[in-house]
């Protein structure tokens, strides 16, 4: 099956400096790419994908780049803020039903 | 806009004993989803149903079964907790033709 490395555990960043998260897969087959965030004691909350057939996607302060050649996606999150601070979890799909397969997480930690 | 609701919210249970969680969504979403969390490590599917009385399994079923009664709830049953287990157990749904998922609060499960 799909399997999905997550490759920073944890990342420090300053407040206002930019955070990038990496994530790579091996299934080619996988064509959906999102990424949830999880606050402290809390669920996961989805806060942006991106699909096969485009390699950028941007909402507000983050971008998601995809690289299918090397089978590797990143989110990069510009302008950090405190509150961005979290678990970030990347995760890819294959199938019709959503089975989305995730990385291990990344505890990002924003320093005022 | 709608909300998962998970119950319980712990669970403790005792080695060998059958234990049930329970996911209720008022989306009205087509599809739902058990994962597990365990500490510093992704979520790993468990099952999931693309409607009422479906049930699909994924990499994690083994020493689970799931049922699911109507639309609306998806429960999960864990068929004999194994001692010293500790993990969390997310709900998820979707809407068919849409790809993100909604997670509920989760349950935390002890096993003494």
């Known amino acids: 099956g799909e399997k999905v490395e997550q490759h920073e555990s944890t990342l420090s960043v300053r407040e206002g400096d930019s955070a990038v998260i990496n994530c790579t897969y091996t299934d080619t087959a996988s064509s959906y790419f999102p990424w949830y965030k999880q606050e402290a004691g809390k669920s996961l909350h989805f806060v942006i994908d991106i699909r096969s057939n485009v390699d950028r996607k941007q909402s507000q302060r983050l971008i998601v780049l995809l690289d299918k050649k090397a089978k590797r996606f990143s989110l990069h999150i510009t302008a950090t803020q405190p509150e961005d601070s979290a678990i970030y979890f990347c995760a890819a799909d294959m199938s019709n039903y959503n089975v989305l397969y995730f990385g291990s997480g990344t505890k990002l930690t924003v320093e005022p | 806009g709608g909300i998962i609701t998970q119950t319980p919210k712990f669970l403790i249970g005792q080695e060998g004993q059958k234990l049930t969680l329970k996911c209720q969504q008022n989306?009205?979403?087509?599809?739902m989803y058990w994962y597990r969390q365990d500490s510093g490590k992704g979520l790993r599917l468990i099952y999931y149903s693309i409607t009422e009385n479906d049930l699909q399994k994924g990499d994690l079923s083994e020493g689970y079964d799931a049922s699911r009664e109507k639309k609306s709830s998806f429960s999960l049953t864990v068929t004999s907790a194994q001692k010293n287990e500790m993990a969390v157990f997310l709900c998820a749904s979707r809407e068919t033709g849409v790809d993100t998922q909604y997670f509920g609060p989760g349950t935390r499960l002890l096993v003494l």
């Open positions: 989306f009205n979403h087509d599809t």
